[in-house]
């Protein structure tokens, strides 16, 4: 049984700025340093804070894996004797989870102002993928111009995005062990950084102006490769042909 409660995750700025203030305590506490304890505050912040937004984009992630559920159940729906737009409020409930509040949205819409274009036009503003432009486009059309073949496109439609949700999953995981690579080649001088730290010697080099210099040029050639590294990692997206016009 689900919890009635809604747990609600960590705002990204606060969530980084914990993080930050734990590796400042934890590495001033190891290191006796301010400025390398102020280092890893600056690298872990910036690395949670990043992290904590690509977290963000598991829900746009979710939404566009679940398309070719959704085809099934309007397929299902149309083919059991429901009009389409009983399918798409009936997707509120049956379809996927992460959907459902914005096709509850839809039937609250149909139920208020009772016009199906200005219901769907939102319902595919709410969206705003690949996979639902399509998908409402081609009920826009048959519902418009009363098309037969609303099926056999859905069908196919469906076809075409398990293509490239398959293809896209394939690539991923393929590039997973090399950005694992990298991100460990990326953090290594700095976990070394850290056990070298330990000694008084080291606290005292990098309290110097050069020192500083050092770490300061580190982060900055951290970050870009980081960066850089992502860009070079992030598949395409496919254009919003039937997006807004």
């Not at 910036?46 to 894996?65: G, L, P």
């Not at 709410?126 to 399509?134: I, K, N, R």
Request: glycine share 6%; aromatic share 8%.
């Amino acid at each position: 049984m689900k919890s009635a409660v809604n747990w609600r995750p960590l705002n990204p700025y606060f969530k980084s700025a914990l993080f930050g203030f734990v590796a400042l305590i934890s590495v001033l506490i190891v290191s006796s340093s301010v400025v390398i304890a102020l280092t890893f505050n600056i690298l872990v912040t910036s690395i949670t804070f990043i992290a904590a937004k690509r977290s963000n984009n598991k829900r746009f992630e979710s939404m566009n894996a679940a398309w070719p559920e959704v085809i099934d159940h309007l397929i299902t729906g149309i083919q059991s004797g429901l009009s389409i737009t009983e399918s798409l409020i009936g997707l509120s409930t049956r379809g996927p989870e992460v959907l459902r509040p914005i096709f509850s949205e839809f039937a609250t819409s149909m139920k208020l102002r009772g016009n199906f274009d200005i219901s769907l036009a939102k319902l595919k503003a709410d969206c705003a993928q690949t996979g639902s432009d399509q998908i409402f486009e081609a009920v826009s059309i048959s519902k418009t111009l009363g098309g037969s073949e609303l099926l056999t496109i859905l069908r196919t439609v469906g076809i075409f995005l398990r293509q490239d949700l398959a293809l896209r999953r394939e690539i991923e995981v393929k590039h997973g062990w090399i950005k694992n690579s990298a991100h460990l080649s990326a953090a290594a001088p700095w976990i070394l950084l850290l056990l070298l730290s330990t000694q008084p010697a080291t606290s005292r080099a990098f309290s110097t102006s050069d020192g500083v210099l050092i770490l300061l040029l580190g982060i900055a050639m951290t970050a870009i490769a980081y960066l850089w590294m992502n860009h070079l990692g992030k598949l395409p997206e496919l254009p919003r042909v039937f997006g807004e016009k």
